[in-house]
């Protein structure tokens, strides 16, 4: 396709093709710079920040599963002032979207991270409220409609970048959260965040994980991430972003066909350096076999 579009806009920012590195997986770019030029991706999303550093959880924090992997990685980070100082330049000179993942234990962290990323050259922000609410018995903020509501209109009276919330699937209802986020100000949202999962030693009859949980990612939550994500897509005017299990292009152009406007590409990342730009010239390469002058036309196209 080469003459066709594949620019995409989500709430007033232009990306030059729809394939986003998703936060967690890609940390901040440079490793994945050494073996390509990142500008050729339509954005990143940063490992997720907070207001100070984190060590992560304890080891280990990474297990395989079918199809799929479980982290408990725990938001490792070097904290908001090292990312703004040594991050946020270098990612900067790069001609690619930035995101700007924040995270928080209350809602006076998230609202302090907003202020503070408002303030800085990030293209975007994307709110984790994937993290347990300290102050509400580690309930996380995703969870229940209310208090997605609560976060994302305190963080709305603060932000002056773009608002995307990424929103948790460990929930009853995947509608009611999302209209919630919504209607609390957020111009769009980003799902699917990982799935609480466990492993076993049977041997040893112990975790695998030291935290005994983690989030389940990989091809095994796809099918679940496209249903979450065309449920989500149809009860919300904003744009939705769809990530969960892509590993290969027809992956990506079923989000969006479902209803996302663009996707991220999470733990591809790890068993494959290059799947990002492999994705991005397979999305091409549909689009020329199909005669599609541009992607934006594949969106919501799904015959029920």
Same mark, same amino acid.
């Given at each position: 396709?080469?003459?066709? %579009? ?10 030059? +093709? ?33 207001? =100070?550093?984190?060590?992560? %959880? ?27 100082? /040594? =991050?946020?330049?270098? &990612? ?16 006076? =962290?998230?609202?302090?991270? !907003? ?10 922000? =994307? $709110? %984790? ?6 102050? /509400? ?21 603060? *932000? ?28 769009? $949202? ?18 695998? &994980? ?15 991430? $496209? ?30 066909? *479902? ?9 591809? %990342? ?5 799947? *990002? ?9 549909? *689009?020329?076999?199909?005669?599609? !002058?541009?992607? +934006? ?8």
């Amino acid at each position: 396709m080469t003459d066709g %579009n594949m620019k995409v806009n989500i709430a007033g920012v232009e990306f030059k +093709n729809p394939v986003i590195a998703a936060s967690g997986t890609f940390g901040f770019g440079r490793e994945y710079g050494e073996y390509y030029d990142i500008a050729c991706l339509g954005g990143i999303s940063v490992k997720g920040l907070t207001p =100070e550093p984190r060590a992560g %959880n304890a080891a280990p924090r990474v297990a395989e599963t079918p199809s799929g992997m479980l982290n408990s990685v725990g938001l490792q980070n070097p904290g908001i002032d090292a990312f703004l100082a /040594q =991050e946020l330049p270098a &990612l900067r000179a790069k001609d690619v979207v930035i995101l700007a993942n924040a995270a928080g234990r209350s809602v006076d =962290e998230y609202v302090y991270m !907003a202020r503070r990323l408002s303030d800085s050259a990030v293209d975007m922000i =994307e $709110l %984790n409220i994937s993290c347990p609410n300290v102050k /509400q018995g580690g309930v996380a903020f995703g969870a229940l409609p209310q208090s997605v509501y609560d976060v994302v209109s305190a963080v709305r009276k603060v *932000c002056t970048k773009p608002l995307m919330v990424k929103l948790s699937p460990n929930t009853a209802d995947i509608t009611l959260t999302a209209r919630a986020a919504e209607d609390a100000g957020a111009d769009a $949202l980003s799902l699917i965040n990982t799935l609480t999962g466990m492993a076993i030693d049977l041997d040893r009859r112990r975790p695998i &994980l030291a935290n005994v949980t983690g989030g389940l990612s990989g091809p095994a939550v796809k099918p679940v991430a $496209l249903r979450m994500v065309y449920q989500a897509a149809h009860a919300v005017r904003i744009p939705v972003v769809g990530m969960g299990g892509i590993m290969t292009a027809r992956d990506a152009l079923e989000f969006l066909v *479902c209803g996302a406007r663009a996707i991220m590409v999470g733990t591809a %990342n790890f068993s494959d350096p290059f799947a *990002c730009p492999r994705i991005i010239e397979g999305i091409k390469d549909y *689009c020329a076999q199909h005669h599609i !002058a541009d992607i +934006n036309a594949l969106v919501n196209t799904l015959a029920v």
